[in-house]
């Protein structure tokens, strides 16, 4: 919402619109996703959101991975000071009493080295998460939500280990939440497919859906999930139907195929702005397309143009500069590019509309039972 300059209602409103011209009339929910303070919250819940996502990474201590024990001893003392409920002596009574045995026949068992590691780096992060529901749920006064907790914004795949010490010690502090996101192996860019070893990505999400199974049987949730397609019958699989795919970025990029499609000297003018804008607008984003790797415009016939969507490196460069693109304005104030993009995809709306539901149609497939 920020990097398209909206606001939580202004989407709500939007989204209904949709849903009332469908004719739709069975259930739906809305995800507010990667919620960072209370106002977020407040914005949020008067909108009308349903699925509330934390995001607490700007409390997860990243440096715990390759701290030295002596450094991990010192900063938990530290941090049982300031959150008591942390201290090491009950940590230890509670993780270091012998394995874990998870469903399915698989266990746990935490080294001290490791369970210092685990409460440094995410230690804040829980504490922060805590902090957030008990806001939600005073703020919702009775009225139903759900709760998603994110820890996939670190450097590093969340640890078995350290999914069962987050989600320990949320029950223990009395959150209620319906998903977990962690970090997984391999690289989850966005806007492609993933990037990394199938069978080692499947045997890490056997053990993380044992985790859930064990503490409440809550759904794993894949962000970034957007054209993962060679993952999700594995997902599908392990996961049983307890999962949450994460997909909304490449919508944008159905958009901008329909463009492509059937308004050329737009999308022209949107890819060459996106090509200098992309070095800047990457740096918040898990990307590795390299801007050399992508043809300047004038290489590219009109027929070319809606296949060019299909090119990795493409692809990265116009998804991470949407909201550059759709914010981007003239010298007298008008929007460069805003306003003639949503005027073409209601020109084109059936087209639209077949570019997204192929699109979509794609992610839910695997997941059908």
């Given at each position: 919402m ?20 469908t ?47 002596e ?5 938990c ?128 999400l ?77 740096a ?51 929007y ?13 709306e ?20």
């Amino acid at each position: 919402m920020a990097r398209t300059g909206r606001h939580p209602q202004q989407v709500m409103d939007e989204a209904l619109w949709g849903i009332f011209q469908t004719g739709y009339t069975d259930g739906f929910g809305s995800d507010a996703d990667h919620l960072k303070t209370p106002a977020d919250l407040a914005d949020c819940l008067r909108a009308g959101f349903t699925l509330f996502t934390i995001d607490p990474g700007d409390q997860v201590d990243n440096q715990a991975d390759t701290d030295a024990p002596e450094t991990l001893l010192s900063k938990c003392r530290g941090l049982g000071a300031e959150a008591p409920d942390l201290n090491l002596d009950r940590l230890r009574k509670s993780y270091l009493s012998g394995k874990v045995k998870l469903p399915g026949g698989s266990s746990l068992e935490f080294s001290e080295t490791e369970l210092l590691r685990a409460a440094v780096k995410y230690g804040r992060a829980i504490k922060h998460t805590v902090m957030m529901y008990q806001t939600l749920k005073s703020a919702a006064a009775g009225r139903t939500f759900e709760l998603e907790m994110s820890v996939d914004e670190t450097l590093t795949p969340t640890t078995v280990g350290e999914h069962y010490f987050v989600a320990s010690e949320l029950a223990r502090a009395g959150v209620t939440w319906v998903s977990l996101a962690p970090r997984f192996v391999g690289r989850f860019e966005k806007g492609v497919d993933y990037i990394g070893n199938l069978d080692e990505f499947r045997k890490e999400l056997i053990r993380h859906r044992a985790v859930a199974r064990q503490l409440g049987n809550y759904k794993i949730s894949i962000h970034s999930g957007s054209d993962k397609f060679s993952l999700y019958p594995t997902i599908a699989e392990v996961t049983e139907g307890r999962v949450h795919l994460k997909t909304a970025g490449t919508s944008y990029l159905e958009a901008v195929r329909t463009i492509a499609d059937t308004n050329p000297e737009l999308y022209r003018a949107i890819y060459r702005f996106a090509r200098e804008r992309y070095e800047t607008d990457r740096a918040s984003y898990h990307v590795s397309a390299k801007i050399d790797r992508v043809p300047p415009e004038n290489a590219l016939s009109n027929g070319d143009l809606e296949a060019s969507l299909d090119d990795f490196h493409t692809r990265q460069m116009l998804h991470v500069t949407f909201g550059s693109v759709l914010t981007a304005r003239t010298e007298d104030g008008s929007y460069r590019f805003r306003t003639e993009f949503y005027r073409t995809l209601e020109a084109e709306e059936l087209e639209h509309y077949r570019c997204l539901a192929k699109h979509l149609g794609r992610h839910a497939r695997p997941f059908a039972r």
